[in-house]
C-alpha cells in the first residue's frame, strides 16, 4: 500500500519556469514532511521539510505548501535552472524518535535551458 | 554539517561471496541509522532500522540472515549482505538521524552493489 503518492512522474519545464510537484498522503499519523533531492548515482539530499503547524515555507527558490485538511503537500522549484536537473522525492514519517520515512514514487524534473 | 558517507562506493562480487558496506556519520552522533534499497529509476525501499547497541529492526520481506545489520557505534552502521546474488544487485543507501534532531535524516552517497 502506496501511503505517499506523489505525482507527476516526470515534468519538463523551461530556464526560469516554475516545477510544481505533488504529494498526497493517506496516514494522519504523519507529522512531518520533507522534500529530497536525488542525483544520478548519488544519495538524496535534503531539501526543505515542513510540519503542519505552518501551511507554507520557503528557502531560497524553493517552497512548501501544505494542505492539512487535503492531506496534501506539494514543492514549488521557483526559476528552475538547469542545475535542479534531477529526482525529486517527498516523503513523511510520524514526529517521534526512530521515525521512519515514507517515500513518494518520485518526480524527474528536467530544465530545459 | 550532518555529513553521512558510505564506504565502498562502489563493489562488484562473486555470486556466493558477501560484502560488507559502512555507514558513517561524520561530524554528529547518529541515534538510528537506516538502510535503504534503490533499483533503477524507483523511489528508497526502507530495508531496516537499527540504533547503536540494540539490534536492527527490519521492514517486512526483509531477510535479516541475508543483509545483517550491525550498528556498532553512534558515527558507525555496517549492512553485509551474505552469500550474495545477481538479484541482490542494486544501490544501497544508508541515512542517520543525529541526537537532539530525529526526525531529520541525512543520507550518504550510496553503494552500487553489483553480482556477478
Known amino acids: 500500500q502506496q501511503q505517499v503518492k506523489q505525482s507527476p512522474q516526470s515534468l519538463i519545464v523551461q530556464k526560469g519556469g516554475i516545477s510544481i510537484i505533488n504529494c498526497a498522503y493517506e496516514?494522519?499519523?504523519?507529522?512531518?514532511f520533507p522534500w529530497y533531492q536525488q542525483f544520478p548515482g548519488k544519495g538524496p539530499a535534503l531539501l526543505i521539510a515542513?510540519?503542519?503547524?505552518?501551511s507554507e515555507k520557503k528557502e531560497g527558490r524553493f517552497t512548501i505548501s501544505f494542505n492539512k485538511s487535503a492531506k496534501q503537500f506539494s514543492l514549488h522549484i521557483m526559476d528552475s535552472q538547469p542545475g535542479d536537473s534531477a529526482t525529486y522525492f517527498c516523503?513523511?514519517?510520524?514526529?517521534?524518535?526512530?521515525?521512519?520515512?515514507?517515500f513518494g514514487g518520485g518526480t524527474r524534473v528536467l530544465v530545459k535551458p | 554539517g550532518a555529513v553521512v558517507s558510505q564506504h565502498p562506493s562502489w563493489v562488484i562480487c562473486k555470486s556466493g561471496t558477501s560484502v560488507k558496506i559502512e555507514c558513517r556519520s561524520l561530524?554528529?552522533?547518529?541515534?538510528?541509522m537506516f538502510w535503504y534499497r534503490q533499483f533503477p529509476k524507483q523511489s528508497l525501499m526502507l530495508m531496516a532500522t537499527?540504533?547503536?547497541?540494540?539490534?536492527?529492526?527490519?521492514e517486512q520481506g526483509v531477510e535479516k540472515d541475508k543483509f545483517l545489520i550491525n550498528h556498532a557505534s553512534l558515527t558507525l552502521s555496517t549492512l553485509t549482505v551474505t552469500s550474495a546474488h545477481p538479484e541482490d544487485s542494486s544501490f544501497y543507501i544508508c541515512?542517520?538521524?543525529?541526537?537532539?534532531?530525529?526526525?531529520?535524516?541525512?543520507f550518504g552517497p550510496g553503494t552500487r552493489l553489483t553480482v556477478t
Open positions: 541515512s542517520a538521524s543525529r541526537t537532539g534532531r530525529v526526525y531529520e535524516q541525512y
Open positions: 496516514n494522519t499519523a504523519f507529522d512531518y
Open positions: 515542513i510540519r503542519p503547524d505552518v
Open positions: 516523503a513523511a514519517s510520524p514526529w517521534a524518535a526512530g521515525n521512519k520515512l515514507t
Open positions: 561530524d554528529f552522533q547518529a541515534t538510528t
Open positions: 537499527s540504533n547503536e547497541g540494540s539490534k536492527a529492526t527490519y
